[in-house]
Antibody
Framework: EVELVESGGDLVQPGRSLRLSCAGS????????MSWVRRAPGKGLEWIGF??????????EYAASVKGRFTISRDDSNNIAHLQMNSLKTEDTAVYYC????????????WGKGTTVTVSS | DIVMTQSPLSLPVTPGEPAFISCRSS???????????LGWYLQKPGKSPQLLIY???NRASGVPDRFSGSGSGTDYTLKISRVEADDVGVYYC?????????FGQGTRLEIK
């Protein structure tokens, strides 16, 4: 069974950094792109970015709202993806979901349960 | 960026009745390879989103056949043939044609 488990969510002050992790199991992790999506309180889903699989160069793409502040990386030997978040803003407060992106068909086909990030002084 | 616009934003439905959710994209999500890079997701209360439909009309594994997707170009529809109480939540369309990947605003389905 496919499972994605996020960790690392916390309460953090504006301007500080936080790193989220996503552990995947039940599938060949290296075959898939890994994506992050968030849902802020009272808002809808917002795609943050993804990292392609090595076959596709392990390249990254980001939403404009986080580009230059957030970095997605992957460690295929340990089946983990990371979301490094720097210069956090109050508007980054959200539930962050790790998700599996299916290449070629280009959609998200599996989601983690999410981890909560609260940015507040 | 491709803007995804859903309607209605709120949808009260009587159990057993059909429901339709519309999603319009600001530019076509139909690729030259013939694929429509449009997916539908449901986020039930307190849960993470789940995939319902991919490539416009393909039902994901385990999704009841009450759910169907249709459309082409810039206009897509999710149909629930007979709504059940378990279908409550927020429905999102998403385009996967190009980055940034974008979602519709969401349609909240509630039971009358």
């Amino acid at each position: 069974e496919v499972e994605l488990v996020e960790s690392g969510g916390d309460l953090v002050q504006p301007g500080r950094s936080l790193r989220l992790s996503c552990a995947g199991s039940g599938f060949t992790f290296s075959d898939y792109a890994m994506s992050w999506v968030r849902r802020a309180p009272g808002k809808g889903l917002e795609w943050i970015g993804f990292i392609r699989s090595k076959v596709y160069g392990a390249t990254t793409e980001y939403a404009a709202s986080v580009k230059g502040r957030f970095t997605i990386s992957r460690d295929d030997s340990n089946n983990i993806a990371h979301l490094q978040m720097n210069s956090l803003k109050t508007e980054d407060t959200a539930v962050y979901y790790c998700s599996r992106w299916k290449h070629v068909q280009d959609h998200i086909d599996a989601w983690g349960k999410g981890t909560t990030v609260t940015v507040s002084s | 960026d491709i803007v995804m616009t859903q309607s209605p934003l709120s949808l009260p439905v009587t159990p057993g009745e059909p429901a339709f959710i519309s999603c319009r994209s600001s530019q076509s999500v139909l690729h030259s390879n013939g694929n429509k890079y449009l997916g539908w997701y449901l986020q039930k209360p307190g849960k993470s989103p789940q995939l319902l439909i991919y490539l416009g009309s393909n039902r994901a594994s385990g999704v009841p056949d009450r759910f169907s997707g249709s459309g082409s170009g810039t206009d897509y529809t999710l149909k629930i043939s007979r709504v059940e109480a378990d279908d409550v939540g927020v429905y999102y369309c998403m385009q996967g044609l190009q980055t940034p990947i974008t979602f519709g605003q969401g349609t909240r389905l509630e039971i009358k």
